[in-house]
T-cell receptor, first 113, second 113 residues
Framework: AQSVAQPEDQVNVAEGNPLTVKCTYSVSGNPYLFWYVQYPNRGLQFLLKYITGDNLVKGSYGFEAEFNKSQTSFHLKKPSALVSDSALYFCAVRDTGANNLFFGTGTRLTVIP | NAGVTQTPKFRVLKTGQSMTLLCAQDMNHEYMYWYRQDPGMGLRLIHYSVGEGTTAKGEVPDGYNVSRLKKQNFLLGLESAAPSQTSVYFC????????????FGPGTRLTVT
């Protein structure tokens, strides 16, 4: 069965510093991986995805994620954090038998001015 | 385009009452989903639909029913609400093809007392 794990409930980073939000996955077959962001009282917004190709995926708002097959990881990164990046971040993996997504439990990112 | 819309935005029910949540999308998407979001548990799939007239169970379907009579609408029903159904409910949709990313509505906050 497909699953993703987000080992950190909370990540704090100073404004201007690089940020990393971690995600590991477990799938049978090739993984289709996603990152979403949720701002307070809003729905989830798509950030980026990995389906195939280059291991470094670039997405919205300056975010990128690195797919690492040997470590079964798909960490979200940004070179310089903004206060406006503070939000809840979800990693997800596609169910290989359907178009469903399995979501992680989420990581709350706080960027400190 | 409005994208994915949900009504109502907020609702308070007493135990045993019933209600229907409406999701509408104007992107001509084939697939539609209902999730619930609870603290520390991420998003869990309740039911989904792969096309007009079809529905299928997700991870946590008990206590809910759904219908997809029109392609653009996906209804979630609670026949006899329970306090355990207090949650934030999100609808999402995605099209056919290889994009796979889902588009989310703004959510409905439901409280069952």
């Amino acid at each position: 069965a497909q699953s993703v794990a987000q080992p950190e409930d909370q990540v704090n980073v100073a404004e201007g510093n690089p940020l990393t939000v971690k995600c590991t996955y477990s799938v049978s077959g090739n993984p289709y991986l996603f990152w979403y962001v949720q701002y307070p009282n809003r729905g989830l917004q798509f950030l980026l995805k990995y389906i195939t190709g280059d291991n470094l995926v670039k997405g919205s708002y300056g975010f990128e994620a690195e797919f690492n097959k040997s470590q079964t990881s798909f960490h979200l990164k940004k070179p310089s954090a903004l206060v406006s990046d503070s939000a809840l971040y979800f990693c997800a993996v596609r169910d290989t038998g359907a178009n469903n997504l399995f979501f992680g439990t989420g990581t709350r990112l706080t960027v400190i001015p | 385009n409005a994208g994915v819309t949900q009504t109502p935005k907020f609702r308070v029910l007493k135990t045993g009452q019933s209600m229907t949540l409406l999701c509408a999308q104007d992107m001509n998407h084939e697939y539609m989903y209902w999730y619930r979001q609870d603290p520390g548990m991420g998003l869990r799939l309740i039911h989904y639909s792969v096309g007009e007239g079809t529905t299928a169970k997700g991870e946590v379907p008990d206590g809910y029913n759904v219908s997809r009579l029109k392609k653009q609408n996906f209804l979630l029903g609670l026949e006899s609400a329970a306090p355990s159904q207090t949650s934030v409910y999100f609808c999402a949709s995605t099209g056919q093809g290889r994009s796979y990313e889902q588009y989310f509505g703004p959510g409905t906050r439901l409280t069952v007392t």
